[in-house]
């Protein structure tokens, strides 16, 4: 089997289960090219609108969900309902600064925790994922 890390977007893309759509090559162009960093449907729509590209928020956002679903982006849950999609997948945590809107990584290895409550009865913990909120003082 071929490793995907030494394939093209649209090769990355069809090993991931993804069809390389136009859009789909588009936005991965954007944010699968070895860079870690941290976007929201919207930033990443305004980004795609600068470089010239039209394309629906509504694309951007679904296509997010599939390569998170994929496993190609991680979503991080910030609060209530808003998210910001993560390029590195590997397991890390979270610093997040509201002010800025911005997420830090941690290692994974910086937060040690000493127990975990029980799941419940027919569950099993599958991950456990830190955000610590930050502001300046």
Known sequence: MTDCDQMTLEDMLRCAGLRPTRQRVA?????????????????LS???RD????????????TLNQFTDAGLLRRVTVHNEYSLFDTNVDHHHHFYDADADRLIDIPADHVVLNSLPKAPDGHEIQSVDVTINIRLR
């Open 27 to 43: 936005i991965a162009r954007l944010l699968l090219d070895g860079r870690h960093r941290h976007v929201s449907a919207e930033s």
């Open 46 to 48: 305004a980004e795609i």
């Open 51 to 62: 470089s010239g590209v039209q394309m629906a928020d509504g694309t951007v956002y679904n």
